[in-house]
């Protein structure tokens, strides 16, 4: 009984099919259209940078709609941590998902966009690899804290980069290799808005052109990083807003804490009315 379901086994694993021309025709013409349906079912990606955006100083509590959206709509991590809270290791990991002990980017200076990145690590980010499956890939806003613009990095399809570190006016973009000024004019110029107009014109237009193709884009905002720029009609939003005070305020030192903490002193009165 056994060797003769062994037997029919071998026997239907070894039958050969024979199609006709247009039989074949049929095949390829299914199999095409199977492809094209597997693409169209891949997810569009959409990941949304903020920066320096400490859930312990409580921004997110006047940001409701946002809430309402990223929260309600999707999944809310409540124990999460990034490897480095620091700007250009923090930035580095996300692209390669390596430590920083395994790209090598440990400040906002040492190794952030250079020679060595752009060679050993830059070609080996999310985005190269999803362009190579067929995704159309863009990228709108701040990179790395040194990008210097003279390069689109690899695995880019559009790509809106702004040059060094955070600006909201008066800075200059890479747009798809052409260097792109800008003023202080806020209808034309201001970073926040820019960005995210750009983004979603580019998502329209690919789907219009590219009906099939899945879209990955990395909007990446500079906000709410200083010099905290906020746009005009939203500048007098909250006059009653107060300094926010945690347990951990103005405490130093630390000497178990990241290596920025272990060597800065205690604010002064004049630093205290600044960042308050």
């Known amino acids: 009984m056994s060797h003769s379901r062994l037997v029919l086994g071998m026997m239907v694993l070894g039958v050969t099919v024979c ?13 095409g259209r199977f492809q094209r349906d ?3 079912i891949r997810p569009n990606i959409i990941l949304i940078y903020t920066d320096d955006q400490d859930v312990e100083l409580g921004s997110l509590e006047a940001m409701n709609k946002t809430r309402r959206i990223m929260e309600q709509g999707g999944a809310h991590f409540t124990n999460a941590f990034v490897t480095t809270p620091m700007c250009c290791p923090s930035r580095s990991s996300m692209l390669t998902g390596k430590y920083v002990h395994n790209h090598n980017t ?6 952030c966009s250079s020679t060595s990145w752009q060679v050993t ?12 499956t067929g995704y159309r890939t863009a990228f709108f806003g701040k990179y790395l804290n040194e990008y210097n613009g003279s390069y689109i990095p690899p695995g880019w399809r559009e790509w809106v980069g702004l ?13 798809n290799g052409v260097k792109e000024k800008h003023g202080f004019e806020y ?17 329209k237009l690919s789907k219009k052109v590219y009906p099939h193709r899945p879209v990955m884009m990395l909007i990446s905002h500079a906000a709410p990083h200083g010099p905290e720029d906020s746009a005009p009609q939203f500048s007098k939003l909250f006059p009653n807003a107060s300094q926010h005070i945690t347990p951990s305020y103005n405490y ?14 205690p604010m002064k009165p004049i630093h205290m009315e600044f960042t308050n």
Not at 122 to 128: G, K, N, P, S
Not at 163 to 175: A, E, G, M, V
Not at 187 to 203: A, H, M
């Open 106 to 111: 440990y400040t906002n200076n040492e190794n």
């Open 252 to 265: 130093a030192p630390n000497p178990d804490k990241h290596w920025i903490m272990r060597y800065t002193g």
């Open 19 to 31: 199609l006709s021309p247009g039989q074949a025709l049929l095949s390829q013409r299914l199999k």
């Open 121 to 132: 690590h830059e070609q080996r980010t999310f985005a190269v690899h999803l362009n190579s």
């Open 187 to 203: 209808s034309k110029d201001y970073l926040t808005d820019l960005i995210t107009n750009d983004s979603i014109n580019y998502f």
């Open 38 to 40: 597997r693409k169209n």
């Open 163 to 175: 040059i060094k570190n955070s600006r909201f006016y008066n800075y200059t973009l890479n747009r």
